[in-house]
């Protein structure tokens, strides 16, 4: 959004419109224009609420549990190892099932075929390699709950917000899946080195699964063994370079198609920098 639209949205908020009254809700979250305040994102979604808007009273009810939001999005979770080489590791509860049943519904009735880095540009583009489906959150797109949750996953991993890209929901249906790859951006690409020039390397992947009730769909790191399948709201991580910053080609992975049933993920790729 234009600082031209985000005032506008401003000035419907003033007015008492309800969905404006909660997008500012996220403009105080992220501090975009004013100083960051999960407080003050709190009280204008209870605004919202009170003049009759249904998300925003969703939101508060995914986030109720959550306790004190300047807390719990700083608090890094315990981790477990699960590979010292290449760097993967679990969290157990990153999220609560009320803020991953949110998310999925959120991202439901919105999901369109994922995308993967065209090589040649950098851009994105359709690739047979990867037929599962996906919902990004573009910034108008945001909510306080998936603000919460950048904020959250951003301190886990000891980087700024602006490191991380757009948040998405990955969906799985039986037989969907993404085929072997890795998430790091090959300088020897000219896309991709362009990329890298412009945006920074993506040195981190982030994923949390937002469901269970579904047959296989495990992640898959054939290159050193390693297979992978979440309990709601359980987060795996993994470093797409080593302590050097050079790409690790042993993060190799795949989402496994489910058998049965559905599969939703939050994935959140991250860059050695703030993107520009």
Known sequence: MSPEEIAAVRRRAAAGEAPAVAFTA??????VGE?????EALRRLARA??????AAQGQLTALAGLGDLDGWTMQAPERRRLLASPRVS????????????????RARGRVKPAL????ATGGPRRESARNNGAFEFAFADLDVVAAAVR???????????????????????PGQTFERHHDFLDVAVPGYAADIARSGQRI??????????????ETDFPLVGLKFKGQVGEALMFANVDPTGAPDRRTLHAGLPPSAGEKWLLSQWIRDRARV
């Open 90 to 105: 679990a969290a157990a509860d990153f999220l609560p099932p009320e803020v991953c049943a949110w998310l999925t519904g």
């Open 26 to 31: 996220v403009l105080a979250a992220m501090g």
């Open 35 to 39: 100083p960051q305040s999960w407080t």
């Open 204 to 217: 981190v992947t982030f994923l949390v699964y937002l469901n269970t009730g579904y047959e296989g769909g």
């Open 49 to 54: 609420a009170d003049l009759g808007e249904a």
């Open 116 to 119: 993967v880095f065209d090589p």
């Open 151 to 173: 904020a959250r996953i951003a301190a886990t991993v000891s980087v700024p917000q602006g490191a991380l890209e757009p948040i998405q929901v990955l969906h799985y249906a």
